[in-house]
C-alpha cells in the first residue's frame, strides 16, 4: 500500500482524475442548463456516444481534431434537438424519452463504427499544451500546465455558465422557466423556446464531452466508450444541486476515486480489481443518499408545460 502514497503516485491521480474530469464537466454542465428550464435528458449517455463517434470519424478522415469537435459539437445538438421534439413539443414522458435516445445512440454508434471503420485505429487528436517555463517546473507543471486544450476548456466552463446562470437575460428566463413556467409564460418568456435552446446546447456539449474521450483522453473510439459516463453526469447535476460550482465538486470527486482504482490497478496493489472498479458508482450513490433530503430541485422539473392549462 505504500506505493500509492509516493509522490509519482499522488501526481499520477491527481493528473488522472483532472483529465478524467473533462468529460464529466462539459456533459453535466450542459445536463445543468436543461435541467434547471424543467427538461431531464437521461440521453446524455448516448449523445456522449454519438460525439464520440462522429468527433473520431471526422478526425480519422481529416486529421484535423478541430473538425472532428466541430463535428461532434453539431450532432450533439441534432440529438438534442430530437430531445427536445419529443419531450417538449410532444410532450413525451421525460425519463423514457431519455433512456430510448440512450439506447438509440448507444445502438448507432455502434453500428456505425461497424459498418463505416470495422477495427478500431488510434488517431493523433489533441496534444498536451506546452507551457514554456511554467510546464517544466517539477511537480507543479505536470499538476497543472500539462493538459489538452479541451480540458482547459471543460475547467473554464465551470466560471462561465454560473455568469451565464446569474448575470445574463437568458439566465433569468432559464431560471423562471425551471420555477415557474406559467408565470415566466404570463411576463412574455417564450417556455418552449428556453427549453428547446437548453436542451440543444445540452446535446452540443454532451458531444463535446464524447469527443473529448475519443480525440483528447483515449484518441480513439471503442463500443460504449463511455461505460456508463453519461448517467454519472445526470447524476453530478443532482449532486451539486444545479449549481456550476457543486457540479464541479461533484465532477473532482468522482474522477478523482475513478483515477485512484486505476491507480490500484497499474501498481498492482492487494485489493480486488471489481471492488476498485465499482467504488467510483458506490461513492456516487452513497452521496447522492447522503444529500438527498438537502437536494431542492427546479420546481418545474420533469412537469411538461402547454400554454392555458
Request: charged share 10%.
Amino acid at each position: 500500500m505504500n506505493e500509492l502514497f509516493t509522490l509519482t503516485a499522488i501526481v499520477g491521480i491527481i493528473t488522472s482524475g483532472l483529465r478524467l474530469a473533462t468529460p464529466y464537466l462539459f456533459a453535466a454542465l450542459g445536463e445543468m442548463f436543461a435541467q434547471r428550464s424543467g427538461v431531464v435528458n437521461l440521453g446524455v449517455e448516448g449523445i456522449m456516444l454519438m460525439g464520440a463517434f462522429s468527433g473520431y470519424y471526422a478526425l480519422l478522415h481529416t486529421g484535423n481534431p478541430w473538425l472532428g469537435l466541430l463535428v461532434a459539437l453539431v450532432v450533439g445538438a441534432l440529438m438534442g434537438l430530437l430531445m427536445a421534439v419529443i419531450s417538449v413539443t410532444m410532450q413525451a414522458e421525460q425519463g423514457i424519452s431519455g433512456i430510448g435516445l440512450s439506447l438509440f445512440g448507444l445502438g448507432l454508434s455502434s453500428l456505425l463504427m461497424k459498418v463505416l471503420v470495422g477495427t478500431p485505429t488510434g488517431v493523433t487528436g489533441f496534444q498536451e499544451i506546452h507551457f514554456p517555463v511554467l510546464s517544466d517546473i517539477p511537480v507543479l507543471g505536470e499538476l497543472f500546465f500539462n493538459y489538452t486544450i479541451l480540458t482547459y476548456a471543460a475547467f473554464l466552463l465551470v466560471p462561465i455558465t454560473w455568469w451565464v446562470l446569474t448575470r445574463t437575460t437568458l439566465g433569468l428566463k432559464i431560471r423562471a422557466v425551471g420555477q415557474n413556467p406559467e408565470a415566466a409564460d404570463s411576463l412574455g418568456v417564450s417556455v418552449n423556446r428556453v427549453r428547446y435552446t437548453t436542451v440543444i446546447l445540452g446535446g452540443a456539449l454532451a458531444g463535446i464531452a464524447g469527443a473529448s474521450l475519443s480525440i483528447s483522453i483515449l484518441n480513439i473510439f471503442q463500443e460504449n466508450m463511455t461505460n456508463g459516463m453519461g448517467y454519472i453526469a445526470v447524476a453530478l447535476v443532482y449532486f451539486g444541486s444545479w449549481r456550476p460550482l457543486g457540479i464541479l465538486a461533484g465532477a473532482l470527486l468522482f474522477s478523482l476515486v475513478n483515477a485512484l482504482q486505476l491507480w490500484i490497478q497499474v501498481l498492482g496493489l492487494p485489493i480486488s480489481p471489481d471492488f476498485a472498479v465499482m467504488l467510483p458508482y458506490v461513492l456516487t450513490i452513497v452521496v447522492l443518499a447522503l444529500t438527498a433530503r438537502q437536494i431542492r430541485q427546479p420546481a418545474a422539473l420533469t412537469k411538461p408545460y402547454e400554454r392555458g392549462q
